[in-house]
């Protein structure tokens, strides 16, 4: 097997405690800006990566879950510290269980917006959500045009302004190639096991009106894992982070002062 590279990735701030941000299929570490910079003003030092096949980093072969959870692997390894926060949204939120199995550098997690498999969602949901989601390049689209209506379909009712103006611009920028790969790498998963194996303090945080990570099904999947926290966002959609930011700072960041100081304690 070829050794695999290091994520590309950036770094900001200082501090024992490492946060790594993990973003979803559309994307890449160029939205999470307003998220890092809020991280880093709270004490924490912050790790954004571009997905492997994300940003200007080659498409991997195979392209899988397992694949970009190794990879997350290997940066904690590379550039973590004392302690390591693994925050994964939508398709990051898939990877990050995986991330805790692989790792045993791993002291929390966050999973915004995602489910533990697509079949969670009932018989029907992972059939409409790769058609909504490739049909528009099939119809020879390019991604900006198919990808900007239904980013913004994912937003909650009255959410605009610059952070969610961020996400739709970044969600434009994805490859096609590497989209496609990364909506059937998220069909082909399947999380259950995986979640239930997790033990490390984990918040599940839903935006209450995301058609996707839904807070009903968010609910479900917190209830896999042992001990685990679980939010809702009002006024928000998919993108909570983006949409209500204090608001989902605030449970966020008290999240991470409880059980991180817990852990410590405990150590």
């Known amino acids: 097997m070829a050794v695999q590279r290091c994520p590309d ?80 949204h939508s398709m990051g939120g898939l990877i990050a269980p995986k991330v805790c199995e692989l790792s045993s550098r791993v002291d929390a997690l966050v999973l915004s917006a995602t489910l533990a498999s697509l079949q969670q969602g009932g018989k029907d949901f992972a059939s409409d959500f790769l058609e909504k989601r490739l049909a528009p390049l099939t119809q020879n689209a390019t991604l ?59 918040l599940c945080i839903a935006g209450r009106h995301d058609p996707v990570g839904k807070p009903e099904e968010m609910q479900k999947l917190a209830a896999l894992i042992p001990g685990s926290e679980m939010q809702v966002i009002d006024n928000a959609g998919h993108y909570a982070w983006a949409e209500q930011p204090e608001a989902f700072n605030r449970v966020l960041l008290d999240f991470l002062r409880r059980r991180l100081a817990a852990n410590r304690s405990a150590a």
């Open 9 to 88: 990735h950036l770094v900001a701030g200082d501090g024992d405690t490492t946060v790594f941000l993990l973003h979803g299929g559309y994307g890449s570490k160029d939205y999470w800006r307003p998220q890092i910079e809020t991280l880093a003003m709270n004490g924490y030092r912050v790790v954004a990566w571009d997905a492997p096949g994300y940003g200007i980093s080659p498409l991997p072969e195979p392209f899988s879950i397992e694949r970009l959870a190794e990879s997350c692997a290997l940066l904690i390894e590379t550039v973590g510290s004392a302690r390591n926060v693994v925050f994964g």
């Open 144 to 202: 900006a045009a198919a990808a900007t209506p239904l980013v913004k379909s994912m937003f909650a009712p009255g959410s605009g302004g610059p952070l969610a103006d961020l996400i739709i611009e970044v969600a434009a920028t994805t490859r096609t190639p590497t989209f496609r790969a990364a909506m059937y790498a998220i069909q082909a998963w399947d999380g259950a096991p995986v979640v239930q194996r997790v033990h490390v303090p984990t």
